[in-house]
């Protein structure tokens, strides 16, 4: 099957797409942010770089910001060369990765081919949060009755997918990255007794909330000596409250703006809690990066998404994203059962095997069968 690939330069869809190369499958990447060449997929026919008609010229940035309707004039239009490119390689399969990005804009095109099969994979926030805002509920409602296949990353979306429109086929809840390596993973774990890591998702912004998480840090300040308290991805306006409530003069407190998968993952392997926090959410990739490291969880909960997985027995829950009080509670709660967090990497082995990347790559693979057989 000839499969054209749909997406941002991400993380996420390189870590997906991946699990194509040596399927048979022929794999092609429409840029459509324009974001560049992707090395690991050297076996991709990447079309890239196409957005301005006369290349990446000096001075973009500044015409871009100061003189918006001119940079129009420089920029080639997406519909046109995505089209163009439908057109040369005649897909059988067209994959969008995220709707607001990735399927809306190509949308007029896809209309005119209604015999190339439309397969889409949501991502966090795609359908739970911007369903509530009439503009962005008017764009998903308009591309999901045109969608004939369906990935997402939660039981939650595919109960919404099908109230906002969609009619096609379910292809399977699978992470929005694809499996992970356990192996690779497991180079990093370090037994229950040599944890001492308190790790914090550092976002904040539209949807992250670890400023309330923060907040309640503080209450428990006493019970934390012993911990290393790291927080990682921290948002500029996180860095500002920590200097502001003085967490640089606790000495047990860190953070990092920006670190290294392969970081990130040591740290996951030395922590004995992991919080996540936010306000919406399909199921968060470093979750479940957490979880295969061993660490035990503490994670927001938006329209049940995360329950799917987390129970009282693995982990716990933060239904209350912007309530301090609750989270305090929480953490509070999580602190004082010590042999609960020492028994989660145990609690957590099934959830682990079944994200496996082996096993989520021969299970995506059928997937991707199952569209072939329909042709």
């Not at 196409?50 to 309707?69: A, E, I, N, T, V």
């Amino acid at each position: 099957m000839k499969i054209l690939i749909v997406s941002m330069r991400s993380i996420h869809t390189i870590r997906w797409v991946s699990q194509l190369e040596n399927s048979g499958h022929e794999v092609h990447w429409f840029d459509i942010l324009n974001g560049g060449y992707i090395s690991e997929w050297a076996w991709v026919t990447q079309h890239t770089n196409w957005r301005y008609k006369f290349g990446d010229f000096k001075g973009r940035f500044f015409l871009k910001k100061h003189l918006p309707k001119l940079h129009l004039l420089f920029e080639n239009n997406v519909e046109k060369e995505f089209e163009k490119l439908v057109n040369q390689i005649k897909p059988d399969a067209v994959h969008s990765f995220a709707l607001h990005i990735a399927a809306y804009p190509i949308l007029s095109v896809m209309n005119k081919y209604p015999s190339i099969n439309w397969i889409y994979s949501s991502w966090g926030s795609d359908l739970f949060f911007h369903k509530e805002f009439s503009d962005l509920r008017e764009k998903i409602t308009k591309v999901l009755p045109h969608i004939d296949f369906y990935f997402s990353d939660c039981k939650r979306d595919c109960e919404i997918v099908r109230f906002l429109g969609f009619n096609g086929t379910f292809l399977g809840v699978f992470p929005g990255g694809g499996g992970y390596d356990l192996k690779q993973i497991d180079t990093y774990v370090k037994p229950y007794k040599n944890r001492d890591v308190l790790l914090i998702k550092g976002y904040q912004r539209k949807l992250g909330r670890c400023i309330q998480v923060l907040e309640a840090l503080k209450m428990l300040k006493g019970e934390l000596k012993e911990c290393r308290i790291i927080v990682f991805g921290a948002h500029q306006e996180v860095i500002d409250y920590i200097h502001k409530n003085d967490f640089d003069t606790w000495g047990n407190f860190t953070y990092h703006k920006n670190l290294a998968h392969e970081q990130l993952l040591k740290l996951m392997g030395q922590a004995k809690i992991y919080i996540g926090n936010n306000i919406s959410d399909g199921m968060p990739n470093t979750l479940l990066e957490a979880i295969c490291a061993g660490a035990y969880p503490i994670q927001s909960n938006p329209g049940g998404a995360t329950a799917e997985i987390i129970n009282t027995d693995n982990g716990a829950l933060i239904n209350d994203s912007e309530n301090v009080e609750h989270i305090f509670q929480v953490l509070k709660s999580v602190l004082e059962k010590e042999n609960l967090v020492k028994g989660s990497m145990k609690n957590l082995t099934s959830v682990r095997t079944k994200l496996e990347y082996e096993k989520v790559k021969s299970e995506v693979l059928l997937a991707y069968n199952k569209i072939e057989n329909k042709r």
